[in-house]
């Protein structure tokens, strides 16, 4: 029979509806029931596409035994971490603050009153590896809870007050400067893997907002280290097996430290990251290269991910059916053996297959089977004849029974999809990428974004079928898609956008900033946990403190809007404190503070939307590598607000009857030019227009 998460949204909740297992969403029903019975509450945080989240579901939360001594002793509580991040955050702080480490399955056992007293992570069936058995684990806590209750309490108390004593204080910090980003360069530089590119040893994750920093920091001061970093460790991600050599895309990270085997869960955010970083770096260099793999990734996003109703979906699984054993495995969609090549492309072709795509007969993946990548040894072939086995391996792996997807749209990450895909859309002439970034966003406007009698409107944080979810939006939810809008508005020549960013960033400084100009993962008035989040640092995401400043300071530059500065400015106080303590893990705020630095650039082009010299003019502006550029395209607009969409297109004459192009910035403006080139050195335009 089906438990409570039946009526859940989520599709990670609803994998667990018929587990033995009395689950409970998270809310207050659930821990008014933990103090009806008096018993302890066990937290499980997770998510669709988490490897050890299935499995531990498995070993124990479909077992009989393991669920009725839960719902004997404990009241359980299941949460979707992409639903709920705050909770996610509040708890994992605690995690980590703990044991030194953490990661999902996140296990964590609860008072009723939500004050955490024990952690974990994935816990096995039976003892392994030093590592009790759930069982185990269950037991030892109820033991504990019910002969040594006062013990319980003051460690939860302790904890909730060592949290509380973590509060930030970096809102009365300056800006950075040009000499804490220097730092912050230093501090990757000594990081720098220069073997195999990125960051740190095994596992290695895609650096997406360090890669943005660094190919903004070259942008603004000719550092060629800084452009070199960025250029080869994307080569190695694109041609290790972390990227899909047939199908396009990332996955989430490399177990190893060069690259070849990925955990295979392929997430949407990775994805827009790096679509975005890719076409950014060949807007910088004209690497084909990072041209194919940003339009593979695009590709990737819209063929697989996208949803009806024109969202994006959050990811695909790691685990799909193993054809050879009927049961899900990692990577059992992706890998292949040199037999399986021959029986798709015959025995020629497939050696080829093998040497080109470094398939070996030991594998390097496990079962004798290899994830495909690009050696920098392999063949030189004839690029049509490649073309033709990718063509023929991937319509065959698309008979093999594909990995499942987590069709939730998550604001946030729609939001990056929106940039992404807007901007490569307008660099390599695919309107149609343009079509669903507007798509997308339109989603995002008519199903997250809703008003209410009394009350300022709100961003949804999910969706699922065309029908906004329970949970209210975090930060990082209101910055990334007031950040796709601005993206989307400089590419589409649309000023909506504009106002809609707007509209969001108004609620930034309403709900989310505290006096001092730091920010908080959540609105003042949103469900109140142990301790309010408050993380400047990036996960796999930029934060949301830092992603908020940059939609704030490009709002700014675009509106004139003193607040808006001020306020971008003030919250980057965070990354003149962290920046050269600890640059891998606030690259986002370091690229925002390379647009702080920059000015950033204010580039308004007009003339009539149907004239190529204007087209021209736009294209140009949009491909300028100055950090943070904005760009609005349009008509004139009159000094009393009326005709174009942008107040950047104010007073903005044409030049001789012709489309002009106006950069400024520090208040000081270039010579209006109705010549592209001109325009392209004045915002930094590296590569050929067309």
Same mark, same amino acid.
């Given at each position: 029979?089906?438990?409570?998460?039946?009526?859940?949204?989520?599709?990670?909740?609803?994998?667990?509806?018929?587990?033995?297992?009395?689950?409970?969403?998270?809310?207050?029903?659930?821990?008014?029931?933990?103090?009806?019975?008096?018993?302890?509450?066990?937290?499980?945080?997770?998510?669709?596409?988490?490897?050890?989240?299935?499995?531990?579901?498995?070993?124990?939360?479909?077992?009989?035994?393991?669920?009725?001594?839960?719902?004997?002793?404990?009241?359980?509580?299941?949460?979707?971490?992409?639903?709920?991040?705050?909770?996610?955050?509040?708890?994992?702080?605690?995690?980590?603050?703990?044991?030194?480490?953490?990661?999902?399955?996140?296990?964590?056992?609860?008072?009723?009153?939500?004050?955490?007293?024990?952690?974990?992570?994935?816990?096995?069936?039976?003892?392994?590896?030093?590592?009790?058995?759930?069982?185990?684990?269950?037991?030892?806590?109820?033991?504990?809870?019910?002969?040594?209750?006062?013990?319980?309490?003051?460690?939860?108390?302790?904890?909730?007050?060592?949290?509380?004593?973590?509060?930030?204080?970096?809102?009365?910090?300056?800006?950075?400067?040009?000499?804490?980003?220097?730092?912050?360069?230093?501090?990757?530089?000594?990081?720098?893997?220069?073997?195999?590119?990125?960051?740190?040893?095994?596992?290695?994750?895609?650096?997406?907002?360090?890669?943005?920093?660094?190919?903004?920091?070259?942008?603004?001061?000719?550092?060629?280290?800084?452009?070199?970093?960025?250029?080869?460790?994307?080569?190695?991600?694109?041609?290790?097996?972390?990227?899909?050599?047939?199908?396009?895309?990332?996955?989430?990270?490399?177990?190893?430290?060069?690259?070849?085997?990925?955990?295979?869960?392929?997430?949407?955010?990775?994805?827009?990251?790096?679509?975005?970083?890719?076409?950014?770096?060949?807007?910088?260099?004209?690497?084909?290269? %990072?041209?194919?793999? #940003? =339009?593979?990734? @695009?590709? *990737?996003? +819209?063929? $697989?991910?996208? &949803?009806? /109703?024109? !969202?994006?979906?959050?990811?695909?699984?790691?685990?799909?059916?193993?054809?050879?054993?009927?049961?899900?495995?990692?990577?059992?969609?992706?890998?292949?053996?040199?037999?399986?090549?021959?029986?798709?492309?015959? %025995?020629?072709?497939? #050696? =080829?297959?093998? @040497?080109? *795509?470094? +398939?070996? $007969?030991?594998? &390097?993946? /496990?079962? !004798?089977?290899?994830?495909?990548?690009?050696?920098?040894?392999?063949?030189?072939?004839?690029?049509?004849?490649?073309?033709?086995?990718?063509?023929?391996?991937?319509?065959?792996?698309?008979?093999?029974?594909?990995?499942?997807?987590?069709?939730?749209?998550?604001? @946030?990450?729609?939001?990056?999809?929106?940039?992404?895909?807007? /901007?490569? !859309?307008?660099?390599?002439?695919?309107?149609?990428?343009?079509?669903?970034?507007?798509?997308?966003?339109?989603?995002?406007?008519?199903?997250?974004?809703?008003?209410?009698?009394?009350?300022?409107?709100?961003?949804?944080?999910?969706?699922?079928?065309?029908?906004?979810?329970?949970?209210?939006?975090?930060?990082?939810?209101?910055?990334?898609?007031?950040?796709?809008?601005?993206?989307?508005?400089?590419?589409?020549?649309?000023?909506?956008?504009?106002?809609?960013?707007?509209?969001?960033?108004?609620?930034?400084?309403?709900?989310?900033?505290?006096?001092?100009?730091?920010?908080?993962?959540?609105?003042?008035?949103?469900?109140?946990?142990?301790?309010?989040?408050?993380?400047?640092?990036?996960?796999?995401?930029?934060?949301?403190?830092?992603?908020?400043?940059?939609?704030?300071?490009?709002?700014?530059?675009?509106?004139?809007?003193?607040?808006?500065?001020?306020?971008?400015?003030?919250?980057?106080?965070?990354?003149?404190?962290?920046?050269?303590?600890?640059?891998?893990?606030?690259?986002?705020?370091?690229?925002?503070?390379?647009?702080?630095?920059?000015?950033?650039?204010?580039?308004?082009?007009?003339?009539?939307?149907?004239?190529?010299?204007?087209?021209?003019?736009?294209?140009?502006?949009?491909?300028?590598?100055?950090?943070?550029?904005?760009?609005?395209?349009?008509?004139?607009?009159?000094?009393?607000?009326?005709?174009?969409?942008?107040?950047?297109?104010?007073?903005?004459?044409?030049?001789?009857?012709?489309?002009?192009?106006?950069?400024?910035?520090?208040?000081?403006?270039?010579?209006?030019?109705?010549?592209?080139?001109?325009?392209?050195?004045?915002?930094?335009?590296?590569?050929?227009?067309?």
């Amino acid at each position: 029979m089906p438990n409570r998460l039946a009526q859940a949204t989520s599709p990670y909740l609803l994998q667990h509806a018929d587990n033995p297992v009395d689950w409970w969403p998270w809310g207050s029903e659930a821990f008014e029931e933990a103090k009806r019975r008096d018993v302890p509450v066990l937290l499980s945080v997770g998510y669709s596409a988490c490897h050890w989240c299935h499995v531990m579901a498995h070993e124990s939360f479909e077992d009989e035994v393991a669920a009725a001594y839960l719902n004997e002793h404990f009241v359980s509580i299941k949460v979707d971490r992409e639903e709920r991040p705050d909770v996610d955050a509040v708890y994992m702080e605690a995690v980590q603050a703990a044991t030194g480490q953490g990661g999902w399955p996140m296990t964590v056992f609860l008072t009723p009153d939500a004050e955490p007293f024990y952690f974990g992570t994935y816990f096995p069936p039976e003892p392994r590896h030093g590592m009790p058995s759930f069982v185990q684990v269950l037991e030892g806590v109820r033991t504990a809870w019910a002969g040594r209750r006062e013990e319980v309490a003051d460690v939860a108390q302790r904890i909730v007050r060592d949290l509380a004593g973590r509060q930030l204080d970096y809102g009365r910090a300056g800006a950075p400067g040009p000499e804490e980003q220097a730092q912050a360069l230093l501090g990757l530089t000594r990081e720098y893997d220069a073997v195999r590119g990125g960051f740190g040893g095994a596992p290695k994750f895609p650096p997406s907002m360090v890669l943005e920093f660094l190919l903004r920091h070259h942008a603004r001061t000719g550092a060629e280290g800084a452009l070199q970093m960025a250029a080869d460790t994307c080569e190695a991600m694109a041609r290790g097996g972390i990227y899909d050599q047939l199908g396009g895309g990332f996955a989430r990270y490399s177990v190893d430290r060069e690259w070849v085997v990925p955990h295979f869960e392929k997430m949407l955010y990775d994805n827009a990251l790096l679509c975005r970083v890719y076409a950014h770096l060949w807007r910088a260099t004209g690497s084909d290269l %990072a041209r194919r793999v #940003a =339009l593979e990734t @695009a590709d *990737f996003m +819209v063929r $697989e991910l996208r &949803t009806p /109703e024109g !969202g994006f979906a959050s990811a695909l699984d790691a685990d799909s059916e193993d054809p050879d054993t009927g049961k899900p495995a990692e990577g059992a969609y992706y890998a292949w053996t040199p037999e399986q090549l021959a029986v798709v492309l015959g %025995a020629e072709d497939g #050696a =080829l297959a093998a @040497a080109y *795509f470094g +398939v070996t $007969e030991e594998g &390097t993946f /496990e079962h !004798g089977r290899s994830v495909l990548q690009l050696p920098q040894d392999g063949p030189v072939v004839d690029a049509a004849r490649i073309a033709a086995v990718r063509e023929r391996l991937l319509a065959a792996r698309g008979g093999r029974p594909a990995p499942g997807r987590d069709d939730k749209v998550v604001a @946030a990450w729609n939001g990056l999809a929106v940039a992404a895909l807007a /901007e490569c !859309g307008a660099y390599f002439d695919r309107p149609d990428l343009v079509e669903r970034a507007t798509e997308a966003a339109d989603l995002l406007v008519r199903v997250h974004f809703e008003a209410s009698a009394g009350r300022a409107p709100r961003l949804a944080r999910t969706s699922k079928d065309g029908r906004a979810g329970g949970n209210t939006g975090v930060l990082e939810d209101y910055g990334d898609v007031a950040e796709g809008f601005l993206a989307l508005a400089a590419v589409t020549g649309e000023g909506v956008w504009l106002e809609f960013a707007g509209i969001l960033l108004d609620l930034v400084l309403d709900l989310f900033t505290a006096e001092d100009g730091s920010l908080y993962d959540t609105a003042h008035d949103a469900e109140q946990l142990i301790r309010r989040p408050q993380d400047p640092t990036d996960t796999a995401t930029p934060s949301g403190w830092t992603a908020a400043a940059g939609a704030l300071l490009s709002y700014a530059a675009h509106t004139g809007s003193e607040a808006h500065r001020t306020a971008a400015e003030r919250a980057l106080g965070v990354v003149h404190a962290l920046g050269p303590r600890v640059p891998r893990f606030i690259g986002h705020g370091l690229a925002v503070a390379e647009a702080l630095l920059d000015g950033p650039r204010e580039v308004a082009v007009v003339g009539h939307p149907d004239d190529p010299a204007r087209a021209e003019l736009h294209r140009t502006a949009l491909l300028g590598t100055a950090p943070g550029a904005v760009v609005a395209a349009g008509m004139p607009r009159a000094a009393d607000g009326s005709g174009g969409e942008f107040p950047l297109l104010a007073e903005r004459a044409l030049v001789d009857d012709r489309p002009t192009a106006y950069v400024c910035r520090h208040f000081v403006c270039a010579r209006p030019t109705t010549d592209p080139q001109e325009l392209g050195e004045q915002v930094g335009t590296a590569v050929p227009r067309r």
